[in-house]
């Protein structure tokens, strides 16, 4: 239900390929990774805080990269179905699972988040950000719970037609990487992995349910792209990609008579779902991004960073 989605989309610039790592590097982000102009009259300068680590021995081989501190903003809203993977009622005693006998095992889901993120990019390949932020949503559905004799509890219906908001926080990493494939444009074939996990603290609109505990998410996402040089200032980056969400929550409640409580384990329907998306460089220090989320998962994200 409740999680927060933030795929660092770093600045598409010029990533350093470094030994090993021959695709590798970094949304909400993406760092692309083209290829620079040879033939340096001057030596580069060092950034004032010496990042990225081997920034300036990139340079001197002819490589461009971005400015290594970054600020932004996102929002990003979805909506997705989510499947009851279990639910355990009780009645003061030890809790009975009756998810066999449901006759409804999903729920409906729509969220948002609005987060502001920092970013910092270590080595010309790998980046790491933190990131603070709200998300509000709702879960419309009606669970079907049969009735449980050993415990005196009748057949009913659980509706769980309610809103949940909280802060959320967390953080993650990105490895980019790429190389340039046409003169023409500079265009520039670039990868992107991300992971970042991410913390809400729920609170519900329904005074019948209550939690202690906070709603987790690990989610990973990765992207293939081309990026090309429209004018001096001017830069575009256009990809596809994948996300996956690993998600899974725990409600708990009372019944509308409070005769029982109940839990509800929730989790969703497709844990994959495919993106496109696209972003504009505005000289070196601003970036505009905008991506959505096809399939069972439905979404859209957009973005502005500053970087210095």
């Given amino acids: 239900?409740?999680?927060?989605?933030?795929?660092?989309?770093?600045?598409?610039?010029?990533?350093l390929l470094l030994g090993a790592c021959a695709l590798g590097t970094s949304l909400v982000g993406v760092c692309s990774a083209a290829l620079a102009e040879k033939g340096l009259t001057d030596p580069p300068k060092p950034h004032w805080s010496h990042l990225p680590v081997w920034g300036v021995e990139a340079e001197i081989k002819g490589y461009q990269l971005p400015l290594p501190f970054g600020v932004g903003v996102n929002y990003y809203r979805e909506q997705q179905p989510f499947n009851i993977k279990d639910l355990q009622v009780s009645r003061g005693g030890t809790p009975v699972s009756v998810n066999e006998f449901l006759q409804l095992k999903k729920v409906d889901t729509t969220q948002q988040n609005g987060i502001?993120?920092?970013?910092?990019?270590?080595?010309p390949f790998f980046n790491v950000y933190g990131l603070v932020g709200y998300t509000s949503g709702?879960?419309?559905g009606n669970i079907i719970l049969p009735a449980i004799?050993?415990?005196?509890i009748l057949a009913q219906d659980l509706p769980l037609n309610i809103g949940?908001?909280?802060?959320?926080?967390?953080?993650?990493?990105?490895?980019?990487?790429?190389?340039k494939v046409s003169e023409v444009g500079e265009l520039?074939?670039?990868l992107v992995a991300d992971a970042n996990?991410?913390?809400t603290e729920l609170s519900f609109t329904d005074e019948r349910l209550f939690t202690d505990t906070n709603a987790k998410a690990l989610v990973f996402s990765a992207r293939l792209g081309l990026r090309c040089k429209m004018s001096e200032k001017l830069h575009?980056?256009?990809?596809a990609g994948t996300m996956f969400q690993d998600v899974s929550e725990s409600l708990v409640g009372r019944s509308v008579d409070k005769s029982f409580a109940f839990m509800v384990v929730e989790e969703p329907v497709a844990p994959w779902n495919a993106l496109v998306g696209g972003r504009l460089e505005i000289g070196r220090h601003w970036d505009l991004m905008v991506e959505g989320g096809l399939g069972t998962r439905t979404s859209i994200m957009g973005g502005l960073t500053f970087r210095f």
Avoid: H, S
């Fill in 1 to 15: 239900m409740t999680k927060a989605l933030f795929n660092c989309i770093v600045p598409m610039r010029t990533v």
């Fill in 116 to 123: 502001m993120r920092a970013d910092a990019w270590l080595f």
């Fill in 138 to 140: 709702k879960m419309q």
């Fill in 149 to 152: 004799p050993i415990l005196g």
């Fill in 164 to 179: 949940y908001e909280g802060p959320t926080y967390g953080g993650g990493g990105t490895l980019a990487g790429g190389f």
């Fill in 188 to 190: 520039t074939l670039f």
């Fill in 197 to 199: 996990y991410t913390v």
């Fill in 236 to 239: 575009l980056a256009l990809w």
